[in-house]
């Protein structure tokens, strides 16, 4: 008898909060079908504006000082796009000879942990690469990538073991790897702009040591035999050739290396106490 009262209690109350939420609801329909409508005076006006005019984008930074002639579109390439690109999110390489563990190496930390090759305490990267790869987009109206430039030693290491590669004048910030966007495969034309360059230059008229770029026919690591005069040295990595941790694209490049500092007036040699001339931060 009890549990018979619950249930009938239960059941009405149950209703009863049923209609009241029907109630609410058409309240509130109510409510939100009525308006009221926007009675304005036959003096009032709409607001008067100035339709907005298409303004010229201001340049960047980089692009305010860039060199005259170069196109707005394109990075003014400083000294900075020339930083180590090692990371500490780089894998471990494992090294093996005859399917042994000889070494493991780890990467730097990049242009985070360390600066660029110092000189007279300031970062140093040789101005004529500078030069050179601006005048290149200059000439291409295209971007010059830059895929690798300023090595540490630790970095250098971790993209090329090799005995060869333990001397790179990347290290010292002499040496530097790119292609052009645009012209992935045609790297022959940034070689001919290099050479006109020096023809061009009023600082190196009536100095054949510069104008005249020779084949080196000693054995290297290119199919392409390279170019060289007093400054430069050119090399063309075909797309199977040169590949590392810092070329792993799919593009020939062309390799830099500066041969004489024309600034103190000598060759450019590699040396360990040279390439330990990074600040660490």
């Given at each position: 008898?009890i549990?018979?009262?619950?249930?009938f209690l239960f059941l009405a109350?149950?209703l009863?909060?049923?209609?009241?939420?029907q109630?609410?609801?058409t309240t509130?329909k109510?409510t939100?079908?009525h308006?009221?409508?926007i009675i304005?005076h036959?003096c009032e006006k709409?607001?008067?504006?100035t339709?907005?005019?298409?303004?010229?984008?201001?340049?960047?930074?980089?692009q305010e000082?860039?060199?005259k002639?170069?196109?707005?579109?394109?990075?003014?390439?400083?000294r900075?796009?020339?930083?180590?690109?090692?990371?500490?999110l780089?894998?471990?390489?494992?090294?093996?000879?005859?399917?042994k563990?000889?070494?493991?190496?780890t990467?730097?930390?990049?242009?985070?942990k360390?600066?660029?090759?110092?000189?007279?305490?300031?970062e140093?990267i040789?101005p004529?690469?500078?030069?050179?790869l601006n005048?290149?987009?200059?000439?291409?109206?295209?971007?010059?990538?830059?895929?690798?430039?300023h090595r540490c030693?630790t970095?250098?290491?971790?993209?090329?073991?090799?005995?060869?590669?333990?001397?790179s004048k990347?290290?010292l910030?002499?040496?530097?790897?790119?292609?052009?966007q645009g012209l992935?495969?045609?790297?022959e034309?940034?070689v001919k702009?290099?050479?006109d360059?020096?023809?061009?230059?009023?600082?190196?008229?009536?100095?054949k040591?510069y104008?005249?770029?020779?084949?080196f026919?000693?054995?290297?690591?290119?199919?392409?035999?390279?170019w060289?005069n007093k400054?430069?040295?050119?090399?063309v990595?075909?797309a199977?050739?040169?590949?590392?941790y810092d070329?792993?694209?799919v593009?020939?490049?062309?390799?830099l290396?500066v041969r004489f500092d024309?600034e103190r007036?000598?060759?450019?040699?590699f040396?360990?106490?040279?390439?330990q001339?990074?600040?660490r931060?």
């Open positions: 008898m549990v018979r009262t619950f249930y109350l149950s009863t909060s049923c209609k009241e939420m109630s609410n609801a509130q109510e939100k079908d308006g009221e409508y304005r036959d709409r607001l008067d504006f339709p907005p005019k298409v303004q010229e984008q201001k340049p960047y930074p980089w000082n860039a060199p002639g170069l196109s707005q579109s394109l990075h003014h390439l400083n900075d796009y020339f930083r180590c690109r090692g990371s500490n780089n894998p471990t390489r494992v090294l093996e000879e005859k399917g563990e000889t070494e493991r190496l990467d730097c930390g990049g242009a985070e360390h600066s660029l090759p110092l000189r007279n305490e300031d140093y040789y004529i690469l500078i030069e050179l005048h290149v987009q200059q000439i291409t109206k295209k971007p010059v990538v830059i895929t690798s430039a030693p970095h250098n290491s971790y993209v090329d073991p090799t005995p060869q590669n333990s001397a990347h290290m910030g002499a040496e530097v790897d790119f292609y052009i992935e495969n045609q790297p034309v940034a702009i290099i050479m360059f020096y023809k061009t230059q009023a600082r190196y008229q009536l100095q040591e104008l005249e770029f020779k084949r026919e000693k054995k290297s690591n290119v199919q392409t035999l390279p060289y400054e430069l040295f050119i090399k990595f075909k199977a050739e040169g590949r590392n070329n792993r694209h593009h020939p490049y062309v390799n290396q024309r007036n000598l060759a450019v040699n040396t360990w106490e040279q390439a001339q990074f600040l931060k």
